[in-house]
């Protein structure tokens, strides 16, 4: 055959056959559903209070994994790692409702699905965390809206990859709602013996028993129970359409449940989610396990995206971290997931974890703010204030106290396996210093190998990030990772000295974290601490000067370091002004006199982004974060109404 032939020939087939013949290719629908804030609390798990046969039925036709385990314990950063294949702290869109911009090849894997012939319709949530978002769904998504279905494809014969978040199981159901709007739009959907007795919950030892407790708990079943009823309805569709026999179908959750000490923590309340796969008998073959069987292996959100493209023959693009466990060629099994937790709304944290087959590591890089801070979205739940009252009582039992606590403990190890609830930490064990010795060296190995962008001060990230990504920056040769997350490592551990030393330092970040230890110290600070606090005031990082400035007010020298937050609520950059109000929040009658200066901080977040904005409708960027700065605000000059 000659060359021009052959090119006529190939043109021919680009033009006119193409399509043609991707979709003869035998490929299958993939369908996943997903249930938002829900940890593996269904009848297939072993949960004794819940009542979800249609997920019970869906278990036993599919591959269940008991050790599934979600990137992050909130939605929106999870939700980068689902649709990009990669860790975020990796890229840079770790926080909460992040602005930072991806490189133009992140597509999001569903593009790629999209060249190869699939109908691709995502309904209904589109919050991955970036900058260029509405970029990610354009090119991910042939129809992403409430509306979308595989029905409204253009050809039946089209394969197609379709998603459904059910909100049903969200925070806002089971726990901000008022109760009567929960009870017209939730429970009314169920039968009265589907609707959970709050006398015959069970409620986990870190809860007080008290009846705001175990109401709580009980509607957060039934949201439970309504979202399985959205499932049975789905499934049925599928059914109907003559589709489930060409369908490889996912359940699985963005997270563990919204309910306290759960959403938001690294512990696995914050982590396990439920993970089925059901197989029809055509595609059986690339199954692990027969139907009704377990699978036992360890499987993260980073690698779910790479797992679809196998199912369908796509290449997976090298940038992907994620490993297939599905498929013709699926990957080794992990030895490892990672988690992380960063600024969630308002509320600033840094940890991360690691987990094995049997264990969990977690590295609080700051100890001096407890697990239950207050947070404005989820403390219009009654049950937040529960635990509230509770710490204010001084009668917490040991495992309430490590939740509702002012502290945490700088390490936590857990044996899950006979500690499932994560109540017993072993970091100070001499019977596991070799388990807390390698978890710990497998957290510090990964951070590195994947440049780490929580270690960065969100500020100084943004800046390094500008003309680029961070994905592209983190690559580089700019950062000294190594350096950074030695002086990380010495939150909660190393001598005062030792942290005035990278106080000292020409790179912000390791004087951020210099700061930042003194900061976290248990004990009264040394004079030569103070003195170096009080230079750090005038430091040339934002990030820096509000960390010395919290440091120094917390230790009874207010002046001049809250003359300094109040300057930084004047900042151009609203990641700067949300640093400085969430510190003034904190710290309450020690920061009385930036009253009027938070009254016009509040007024111009407003400015920004209205107060009778919903806080659901993502607008990463200054919008949302003008949001959170107003969550502060208004907390603040409500302790002194």
Not at 112 to 134: I, M
Not at 421 to 447: D, F, I, P, Q, T
Not at 624 to 638: I, N, R
């Amino acid at each position: 055959m000659n060359r021009v032939y052959l090119s006529l020939l190939l043109f021919f087939l680009n033009i006119t056959g193409f399509q043609s013949l991707l979709l003869a290719q035998e490929r299958p629908n993939i369908l996943w559903i997903t249930a938002e804030d829900m940890s593996p609390v269904l009848g297939c798990y072993g949960e004794k209070d819940a009542v979800t046969p249609n997920i019970d039925i869906l278990a036993k036709e599919s591959v269940l994994y008991p050790l599934a385990f979600a990137s992050a314990p909130v939605c929106s950063p999870s939700r980068s790692c689902l649709i990009q294949g990669a860790l975020p702290p990796s890229m840079g869109t770790q926080h909460m409702r992040s602005g930072f911009p991806l490189p133009s090849s992140f597509t999001g894997f569903p593009s790629l699905l999209a060249t190869r012939g699939y109908y691709t319709s995502n309904n209904v949530k589109t919050d991955y965390n970036s900058g260029n978002y509405q970029q990610i769904i354009e090119q991910s998504w042939m129809e992403s809206s409430a509306d979308a279905h595989w029905r409204k494809r253009s050809k039946n014969e089209m394969p197609f990859f379709s998603v459904f978040n059910l909100m049903t199981s969200h925070q806002s159901r089971s726990m901000v709602w008022p109760y009567e709007k929960f009870k017209d739009e939730i429970q009314s959907k169920l039968s009265n013996d589907q609707i959970h007795n709050p006398t015959d919950i069970t409620l986990p030892p870190y809860y007080p028993d008290t009846p705001v407790v175990r109401k709580t708990v009980a509607r957060f079943h039934d949201c439970v129970s309504a979202m399985d009823q959205e499932v049975g309805e789905i499934l049925g569709q599928l059914k109907e359409d003559g589709l489930a026999g060409n369908t490889i179908v996912f359940f699985f959750s963005d997270h563990g449940s919204g309910m306290p000490r759960h959403k938001r923590a690294l512990l696995d309340s914050g982590m396990h989610i439920p993970l089925l796969v059901r197989f029809p008998t055509k595609w059986q073959h690339l199954a692990p396990a027969k139907p009704g069987k377990k699978a036992d292996r360890l499987v993260s959100f980073v690698d779910f995206g790479p797992t679809v493209l196998n199912l369908t023959g796509t290449t997976i693009p090298k940038h992907m971290q994620g490993k297939p466990f599905l498929g013709p060629d699926p990957a080794k099994k992990r030895k490892y997931v990672y988690g992380h937790r960063d600024r969630v709304d308002e509320v600033r944290d840094f940890a991360r974890s690691v987990r094995d087959q049997r264990y969990l590591y977690i590295r609080n890089y700051m100890p001096h703010h407890g697990y239950n801070q207050t947070t404005a979205w989820p403390d219009i739940g009654e049950i937040r204030h529960a635990f509230y009252k509770l710490a204010k009582s001084g009668k917490m039992t040991p495992s309430q106290e490590h939740f509702a606590g002012p502290r945490r403990q700088i390490e936590e190890l857990y044996d899950c396996q006979e500690d499932p609830l994560n109540l017993e930490n072993l970091a100070g064990s001499s019977k596991h210093k070799k388990v807390l010795e390698r978890m710990r060296g497998e957290h510090l190995r990964y951070a590195i190998k994947i440049r780490d962008w929580g270690f960065i001060p969100e500020y100084e990230a943004w800046e390094m990030s500008k003309g680029s990504s961070g994905w592209k920056v983190g690559k580089s040769d700019r950062i000294e990772w190594e350096k950074i997350i030695e002086a990380a490592e010495k939150v909660g551990r190393a001598k005062p000295a030792d942290l005035i030393q990278n106080v000292k330092s020409e790179d912000a970040s390791i004087r951020y974290w210099g700061v930042m230890g003194l900061g976290a110290h248990e004990h009264a600070l040394t004079n030569a601490s103070m003195i170096a606090l009080e230079k750090a005031l005038e430091d040339s990082s934002p990030s820096v000067r509000i960390e010395a400035a919290n440091a120094l007010i917390r230790n009874r020298n207010p002046q001049p370091a809250l003359a300094v937050l109040i300057h930084e609520l004047e900042h151009k950059n609203l990641i700067v002004v949300t640093h400085a109000a969430r510190t003034i929040e904190l710290l309450g009658e020690k920061a009385k006199k930036a009253l009027p200066a938070m009254k016009a901080c509040l007024k111009r977040a407003y400015a920004v982004r209205p107060p009778d904005l919903s806080p659901v409708i993502v607008l990463p960027g200054d919008q949302d974060m003008a949001m959170f700065v107003g969550f502060s605000c208004d907390a603040f000059l409500k302790k002194f109404e």
